[in-house]
């Protein structure tokens, strides 16, 4: 038995559940999960009907693993989760999905082979800071697109003055990876969120020191890359840390976000307190300050499409919530 196994992989002390053995997942399939414990690494069985009631196991939760006489391990419960990284569910019309459970980092990774549009950038920071923890700006292969690393950066800087960011080599020349391997520490979840390609899996295998995640080659024409991690694994540093890869993102649905937008699109917020009418949603309103803003040439307007376009989202997002809602509460009461 490893006393400190789980000290490594982030349990940072409190008391353990009565029943059964304490883990962390280390990776989700269908129906199944691996789970490191005290007594090392386990396939468990995932049953959410059987086990975990309304909360479907995800990549960084801790959990209660018990021995069924008939099924072997099976997770009886997921712990309370300290935050959660999450999107809504591009195959669904309003559900949450969980990327990655108790984190205390996340890295947005892009690959300066290709250009960063300011709205992909400003989901990403979104689903970022929902998760209440700091956010970080990783741009890889900056040995070969040294002048779209300075470029880029100012992108981020415009959008997001307070996010540190960084760029790494991802060739021979690996300069710049240790600032990011700084940011690692003992028993710290760092998450790496970005597109297919952008590199993160590539980063993961740099800042572990070995080929433990498969890497794909990128299309020269448009820059894209195959979705070669298909599955979210916690991979343990051996100077100490872990590290979450994420399968690339496309679509990147953000959820229940509200603090977090207003936060990417601050200087929106806080010129809309000015605005004749409070529910502005500065369109054809009269006397919208935001929308002066505009006119004036001290505001993109396509920055105000976006934000317009992401507020409106949310608000879908709500209704559709509250109307599932209602048909669920209806269908109880039949």
Known sequence: MDTDLLGAYGWRGGARPD?????RIVRVDRGECDVVTDDGHLRVLSDSQRSQDLVAPATGDWVVVVDDAELGPLI????????????????EAV??????????????????????P??????????????GVEVVVVLTKADREPDAAVEVTATVRALAPDVNVLAVGMGQDQSGLGPV????????????????GAGKSTLVNSLVGDE????????LGDAKGRHTTVSRDLVLRPEGGLLVDTP?????????AEESLAR???????RSADCRFADCVHDTEPDCAVRSEVEAGRVDHRRLDRYRSLRAELAEQREREVDRNRRSSRGRHR
Do not use: C, K, Y
Not at 212 to 219: D, F, I, P, S
């Open 19 to 23: 029943e059964g053995r304490l883990g």
């Open 76 to 91: 009886s419960r997921v712990l309370e989760r300290t935050n959660t990284v999450s999107r809504r569910d591009p195959s």
């Open 264 to 270: 990417v699109f601050g200087d929106l917020e806080e």
């Open 248 to 256: 690339g993102i496309r679509a990147v649905g953000i959820w229940d």
């Open 212 to 219: 433990v995640l498969t890497t794909g080659a990128v299309r």
């Open 181 to 196: 391997a700084a940011l690692m520490a003992p028993g710290r979840t760092v998450v790496l969120l970005g597109e297919s």
């Open 95 to 116: 559900v949450e999905q969980v990327l990655v459970a108790n984190v205390d980092l996340v890295l947005i990774v892009h690959g300066l082979d290709r250009p960063l």
């Open 118 to 131: 300011p709205g992909r950038l400003e989901r990403f920071l979104v689903v970022g800071w929902d998760s």
